[in-house]
């Protein structure tokens, strides 16, 4: 799918049965309905799926986080591609007023694409406290180049939104465009070049009695000192999100809306024409889990 910056918003079809749990809502209507207070501007793959997890427990709800928009809220893709249109292409504007409108239910955010707007998010959230996630430069780019640069170039990805499934076409062309762009065009190349870089620039941004620099292994401590917040009680400090989890839940969410492309034909289409489908995909791809799809599909016909 291509990148559209100003794309209209359509709602989830009734046909995507597999995908259930994916919200519809519209961001460009919503407004900010609680305060902003923690932008955690560490790059992914350093730990901001367990932060986003202590901050939720800490009562900084919600806390933004890629999974926003790729499997809770796709509709978010069409404001993310109207920010990277802003800023990279020059297009538009995306100022307060419109993050107040993607982040308004949130006291929180973290992780990517957001790391991209760090300069914009500071300037905008000037009250709000910084949190650097930080990790080993060698073994972020490692971790990266299994999962989220492997998911950007993922070519299941790319054909369930060329297929049309509602998520895949939102979110496909935006991550895309934000993995192209932050890491300038490749990321195996660039990458540690430009964790170095945007590190620093972070530092430059923030004085250092509103940043804090952080390792998720050093626990509740330093982060409830510095958020002011008391430690939990009897709670151990969330770990998630590691390589294999975040392979597995890709490659699910994969196969689950190539499902709702496929029942979508025949709901709407005719048996047959899903039938060769499924039989070519499955072909194309020499995969089991892809050739089981239509198994299934032809059970739910059945």
């Not at 409108?101 to 998010?121: I, R, Y």
Request: neutral net charge; proline residues 6%.
């Amino acid at each position: 799918m291509a990148f559209r910056p100003g794309q209209a918003y359509t709602p989830r079809p009734v046909t995507d049965i597999f995908t259930p749990d994916d919200t519809e809502i519209d961001r460009r209507k919503c407004r900010r309905t609680v305060p902003m207070r923690v932008l955690a501007l560490g790059l992914g793959r350093t730990g901001t799926a367990s932060l986003r997890a202590a901050l939720k427990e800490l009562g900084f709800d919600d806390c933004y986080h890629m999974m926003s928009a790729s499997v809770e809220n796709p509709p978010d893709c069409l404001m993310w591609q109207d920010a990277l249109a802003a800023k990279y292409d020059g297009i538009g504007t995306f100022g307060r007023t419109e993050w107040d409108k993607l982040f308004g239910h949130c006291q929180a955010v973290c992780d990517w694409p957001c790391v991209a707007f760090a300069q914009e998010l500071t300037e905008a959230y000037p009250d709000a406290k910084v949190i650097l996630t930080t990790r080993d430069v060698d073994s972020w780019h490692a971790s990266c180049l299994k999962t989220v640069d492997w998911r950007a170039n993922d070519p299941e990805l790319v054909l369930v939104a060329k297929l049309g499934d509602w998520a895949a076409a939102l979110y496909q062309p935006m991550l895309h465009k934000f993995w192209a762009c932050f890491f300038r065009g490749d990321f195996r190349k660039h990458g540690k070049q430009v964790f170095t870089e945007y590190y620093a620039e972070v530092r430059s941004l923030v004085p250092p009695e509103k940043l804090l620099n952080y390792s998720v292994s050093e626990g509740w401590g330093p982060l409830c000192d510095f958020l002011e917040v008391p430690v939990p009680e009897n709670k151990e400090f969330p770990h998630s999100n590691d390589t294999e989890k975040f392979v597995t839940r890709c490659r699910k969410r994969n196969h689950d809306q190539l499902k709702n492309v496929l029942f979508r034909y025949l709901v709407y289409g005719s048996g047959v024409a899903a039938t060769v489908l499924a039989s070519s995909l499955a072909m194309r791809h020499s995969g089991v889990l892809l050739g089981s799809v239509a198994n299934n599909l032809g059970a739910i016909r059945a």
